[in-house]
């Protein structure tokens, strides 16, 4: 694919920027599922959340263009190939892993409206309805306004300009493939389908990927391209569920039991690989000394925040104090990811335990210096910030990344034991 040419001479009609339903990330649909059959009636609030105030997105990306990018997600549904797919494929080992009652409402399904508002050089982009229907905005919302600012700094760039833009990320994409492939046992999944440079550019990267890499190339997180290109779809669950059951905690007791009731629910539908503990919601240290006990026999923890090393070090002291064999247990490294820091942790628990890395922004949208500043990577989220009319709270291990109003972060912290985690900063 001559991606250069494709950028140079593209019309959105031609190339809209989510272009399926299934363009979103594996854990939202295994998710969906979850929240379809748990909590189908609770109402919840996505919110658009730029960290990088620095990045204006309403000089950047134009309104009527963002406008008419989020109506057109608004009309897929699922083809009956994607249908199909999710119905019959294999998936962590188990045919069928969607049950028909949630494929048949899914099918079914348009996205609900949105709420867009140019707030000074910033937009407010909101999702308001039922929690199975609002969820799947996150990574779409996300693609669409990651691709359109850098459709904003393409646009007055020529066809060779823009070959010799592209030729230089791919050489810095296979440089880093080429460094991948010294790691005895690596074990690597793309994703980067929130945060990066364009649809296009993923597919390529995953292909790149691939090729490069081999069987230690474990899959993507995106379902359309894991289709496509015959991969595995790679993803287990996120911060949004403790996030949403803690909001909806009538009392303290229930609060400090929200993150465990999130996983016994998990723990009823699925086994083996797909039991992956996320423990960094309301501070890891604190999540592993109050756990029950069964949740020690889960396959592994991904590590998502703070001090990767340090997390990693308390899980596997966490699994010998409940009796576990950390050499069988699984880490996965998902964290601002590149490939100094995978070559690092690689080196330091390979052996240990089992090691696995989900790579991201880094993997997807690594255009730092390419043309300035201008198409770096910054950080955007689309958070979960109310349930039923009341605020999440997110805690984290990297202060960063915390949110939440001041007096609710207050009583999560006192209700959860944790104090201030420290500011490491966020790139992406």
Request: charged share 25%; proline share 4%.
């Given at each position: ?65 963002l ?17 199909t ?28 409206p ?60 296979w ?56 991969l ?54 604190r ?26 070090e ?45 790579w ?5 949208n ?53 104090g ?9």
């Amino acid at each position: 694919m001559d991606i250069a040419t494709r950028v140079w001479s593209h019309k959105w009609k031609l190339d809209p920027i989510v272009r399926s339903l299934i363009d979103t990330d594996f854990y939202k649909l295994l998710m969906c599922q979850s929240v379809f059959r748990n909590r189908p009636d609770v109402t919840v609030t996505f919110s658009l959340i730029n960290r990088t105030t620095a990045v204006p997105l309403a000089h950047l990306i134009d309104e009527g263009e963002l406008r008419e990018q989020l109506d057109h997600i608004r009309t897929l549904s699922l083809t009956r190939g994607e249908s199909t797919w999710m119905r019959g494929n294999t998936f962590y080992g188990k045919r069928s892993i969607f049950r028909p009652d949630f494929m048949d409402w899914l099918e079914g399904l348009r996205l609900p409206p949105y709420h867009l508002e140019r707030v000074g050089d910033q937009y407010e982009l909101t999702f308001e309805g039922a929690w199975p229907e609002v969820m799947l905005w996150e990574i779409p919302a996300l693609a669409t306004i990651m691709e359109l600012r850098a459709r904003a700094v393409l646009l007055d760039m020529g066809r060779f300009e823009l070959q010799v833009l592209y030729a230089r990320a791919m050489t810095r994409v296979w440089e880093k493939i080429e460094r991948l492939r010294r790691l005895d046992g690596l074990r690597i999944a793309d994703f980067g389908t929130r945060r990066r440079h364009g649809f296009l550019w993923q597919d390529w990267c995953v292909q790149a990927m691939s090729e490069g890499l081999g069987d230690r190339f474990i899959g993507t997180s995106n379902c359309l391209i894991a289709k496509t290109r015959d991969l595995e779809a790679i993803g287990t669950n996120a911060h949004e569920l403790p996030m949403v059951y803690a909001a909806l905690a009538r009392d303290d007791t229930e609060l400090a039991r929200a993150p465990y009731d999130v996983l016994a629910d998990w723990h009823e539908e699925h086994d083996g690989n797909l039991r992956i503990i996320l423990p960094d919601t309301y501070g890891t240290e604190r999540f592993l000394e109050r756990a029950p006990d069964w949740l020690a026999s889960w396959t592994g923890i991904r590590v998502d925040s703070g001090d990767p090393a340090a997390a990693a070090e308390a899980a596997i002291a966490w699994w010998r104090a409940r009796g576990e064999d950390p050499s069988g247990k699984l880490l996965i490294f998902s964290d601002g990811l590149d490939v100094e820091v995978i070559e690092s942790l690689h080196a330091r628990f390979s052996g240990r335990v089992r090691v696995s890395f989900g790579w991201g922004t880094m993997l997807t949208n690594d255009f730092r210096g390419l043309v300035g500043d201008r198409l770096a990577p910054f950080s955007l989220v689309c958070k979960a910030v109310a349930a039923d009319g009341r605020p999440t709270v997110k805690l984290s291990d990297n202060a960063a990344k915390a949110m939440g109003p001041e007096a609710e972060v207050e009583r999560y912290r006192r209700v959860f034991g944790v104090g201030v985690s420290e500011d490491m900063g966020v790139v992406v």
